[in-house]
């Protein structure tokens, strides 16, 4: 009996003590358990939604094209023997707008061209290109002497000329001048104006010409001078009324008739030696004028003036200027004596000792009643002059370091004798 007693004790003991273990087990495995299990989704409220994002994009610097290029290498020939011309020069220019020239008196407009390149045929012929040319329209320009200017528009990118032909152009020979020296101009129905003086034979020649109508003239530019030169049909735009047809030939123009009805206008000033005198057409609008300097004694000379009513205008270095008016007929020589007596104020620039002279000091002139100014800087010995003055009453204004400018008054009168002045920079 006591037996059986111990026996249940010890199987309800090993009962208490497995399910011990069962417990702890479970209890030891729960954790793992749950980390391998996902974790319950939670059904919250859907969350706002985000702007879209803005994607900056990448800055990739471009690279320019290659601008295009000119390889082409053409052949310069004559057109009647298909030879090559060596040395003829080429031109490449592009438009930069046009304006408005007086020759002689008449309004010629013409095109304003900005030269991008320049060439020169080798001994085959054979111009080379500048290679790296900007695109847009240029106008090639080949030319050579006794030949006519070859011109065409060219745009590039586009194919470049292999050949270009270039013809012999008319001339024109101008003779019967008598003197040497004298200025003749060329002035064509597109434009184009061209000048030359007369050699010691008294001719003066244009050749390389291209067909176009043509006139000569002769004098000084700036004048209305028209002469005659063959009278042929004309192109009604052109202004001239005597003109010269050129195609390829040779024509020689005689302009001893019209040189001699011009007249000369000539004189003295007293008074303004080596100063500026001027001839101007009376009424021409735009105004016309000629102008010269007077020599050392004050002589002066306008030669192959047109007939005409003009105005003489001497001109001093400060003050008004001295007008007087002359009219002259066909083959006249008229003499003109103009009394315009000037003034000269001149000095020495000193220190304070009165002794050392004071070099590289600015000086200031303007007459006291008027308008202008005339400026000069004392040379190494101190010494100052202003020249060709209008009789009257003048500011000297010296200026000096560190210290107010000087400014003095003085009379310059027509006495023919210079005023003489001594100041000082300190």
């Not at 980390?35 to 939670?42: D, E, F, G, H, K």
């Not at 040497?180 to 010691?200: K, M």
């Not at 000569?216 to 004309?234: Q, S, W």
Request: with cysteine; aromatic share 6%.
């Amino acid at each position: 009996m006591r037996t059986t007693n111990y026996l249940l004790v010890v199987w309800l003991l090993l009962g208490i003590l497995a399910a011990l273990l069962l417990w702890y087990a479970k209890s030891a495995n729960e954790p793992q358990r749950d980390l391998l299990q996902p974790p319950p989704v939670v059904q919250d409220e859907p969350a706002p939604a985000l702007p879209p994002a803005v994607i900056q994009p990448i800055a990739v610097e471009a690279r320019p094209a290659p601008p295009p290029r000119m390889d082409a290498r053409p052949t310069v020939i004559d057109a009647a023997t298909g030879a090559k011309l060596p040395g003829a020069a080429a031109v490449l220019v592009r438009e930069a707008g046009e304006e408005w020239v007086v020759v002689f008196g008449v309004h010629v407009r013409r095109r304003v061209e900005e030269t991008v390149w320049r060439a020169e045929a080798d001994a085959d012929g054979r111009i080379e290109w500048p290679g790296d040319a900007a695109p847009g329209l240029y106008r090639l320009i080949v030319s050579a002497p006794e030949y006519a200017p070859h011109a065409q528009d060219l745009r590039v990118p586009a194919p470049e000329p292999e050949q270009i032909t270039l013809a012999r152009g008319g001339a024109i020979t101008a003779f019967g001048i008598k003197e040497r020296g004298v200025p003749i101009v060329l002035a064509s129905a597109s434009g184009d104006v061209a000048f030359a003086e007369s050699d010691a034979d008294g001719e003066a020649r244009f050749t390389g010409l291209a067909d176009d109508a043509y006139a000569v003239l002769a004098g000084d530019p700036g004048m209305p001078f028209t002469l005659r030169a063959e009278i042929l049909p004309a192109r009604p735009s052109y202004p001239y009324p005597h003109v010269i047809s050129v195609a390829h030939r040779e024509r020689r123009i005689d302009l001893a008739p019209e040189l001699q009805q011009l007249a000369e206008v000539r004189g003295m000033v007293k008074g303004c030696a080596a100063g500026e005198i001027a001839l101007w057409a009376k009424g021409a609008t735009p105004p016309l004028a000629r102008s010269h300097r007077t020599d050392a004694v004050g002589s002066f000379r306008f030669p192959r003036v047109p007939p005409g009513e003009y105005e003489l205008v001497v001109k001093p270095a400060l003050g008004p200027s001295h007008v007087k008016t002359v009219a002259v007929d066909k083959g006249d020589t008229r003499e003109v004596e103009i009394d315009f007596p000037l003034a000269e104020i001149r000095g020495a620039i000193v220190r304070s000792d009165a002794a050392t002279p004071c070099a590289g000091v600015a000086i200031a002139l303007a007459p006291t009643d008027g308008a202008g100014e005339l400026a000069a800087v004392s040379d190494a010995h101190g010494r100052f002059a202003f020249a060709r003055l209008v009789p009257g009453q003048y500011r000297i204004t010296l200026a000096r370091n560190g210290a107010e400018p000087l400014v003095t008054q003085v009379f310059a009168g027509a006495t023919g004798a210079p005023v003489e002045l001594t100041l000082k920079c300190e």
